[in-house]
């Protein structure tokens, strides 16, 4: 994991997560696993939810006690043992929302993203001009706010220009590319930007074409998270807050429904196609 990207908070709440994964998994109590560390149930609790440290030989123990495979012990143990850096995103933090917050310090982390988009094209995708003109039209963020917002969403950016450079796919709703956002000359500017991430290696879009009357993701916009050392993770946001799916059944569901929405899209140089005819009619 790149220390360029580094955040504490978020690794935390992987490990976290694995603990309390591995734990349910194997039917024990967290009054029995305070027992292996000789501790009292909140410290479990606290470990569990990321809101403790936790330290390499704690979590080596109970992983163990919970019958984990060596391999995944030690991908953990590696993870606690991570000492503390500055978190990358502290210079956005007074305009960041807390829920935001974690989101921003696991992307950082993650190695590779799925998102499906409805309404606007996703964040790592965006122009600055793209970002200021969603973030103007919106109340989530006060005006003064929007200049700092926007620069912490292209510093979030890892598809060109990063040590460790995120593997992406994304779904978009072709009505995505009809949105006028910020006008004409916005739009072409972000119409172009979007053939030109196509084209990179670790970048795969896909347009969902409006004749598929019925997908996988015709109810909610969604996005995996996937991490070298960690489970992946599913991803819902709304208005003022988020979801996170940590359950790995409900997760592997979310994967097959990328999967599927991936089969009924268009493929990535059909897509490269309906976005430059898109591009074309604007500069007609």
Not at 55 to 72: F, I, M, Q, S
Not at 219 to 246: H, K, P, R
């Amino acid at each position: 994991m790149s220390d360029r990207r580094s955040d504490p908070a978020a690794l935390r709440f992987l490990i976290g997560h694995d603990l309390r994964a591995s734990r349910e998994k194997a039917g024990i109590k967290q009054a029995d696993a305070a027992k292996i560390l000789g501790c009292n149930q909140p410290k479990i609790n606290y470990l569990e939810t990321g809101k403790t440290q936790q330290k390499p030989d704690e979590t080596t123990a109970l992983l163990r006690a919970y019958g984990a495979d060596v391999e995944h012990i030690d991908r953990i143990a590696s993870l606690a043992g991570q000492a503390d850096r500055t978190t990358w995103w502290a210079p956005f933090s007074d305009v960041l929302p807390d829920w935001f917050r974690t989101f921003m310090g696991l992307e950082g982390l993650a190695t590779g993203q799925f998102v499906y988009r409805s309404k606007v094209i996703p964040g790592q995708l965006q122009t600055e001009n793209y970002a200021t003109a969603v973030l103007e039209g919106g109340l989530q963020i006060a005006l003064m706010d929007v200049p700092q917002v926007v620069r912490s969403r292209m510093a979030r950016q890892r598809l060109i220009n990063d040590p460790n450079p995120l593997r992406m796919v994304a779904v978009l709703e072709e009505a995505v590319l009809d949105r006028p956002v910020g006008g004409p000359v916005v739009m072409r500017e972000q119409l172009q930007h979007l053939l030109d991430m196509a084209q990179l290696d670790n970048v795969e879009l896909h347009i969902m074409p409006t004749r598929v009357a019925v997908h996988d993701g015709i109810n909610d916009e969604f996005m995996l998270l996937d991490f070298e050392s960690a489970q992946s993770i599913g991803y819902l946001e709304f208005a003022a807050g988020a979801l996170y799916v940590q359950d790995q059944d409900q997760v592997r569901l979310y994967k097959m429904m990328a999967d599927r929405m991936r089969a009924a899209a268009l493929s990535p140089s059909e897509s490269a196609e309906v976005i430059a005819a898109r591009l074309a009619s604007l500069e007609a």
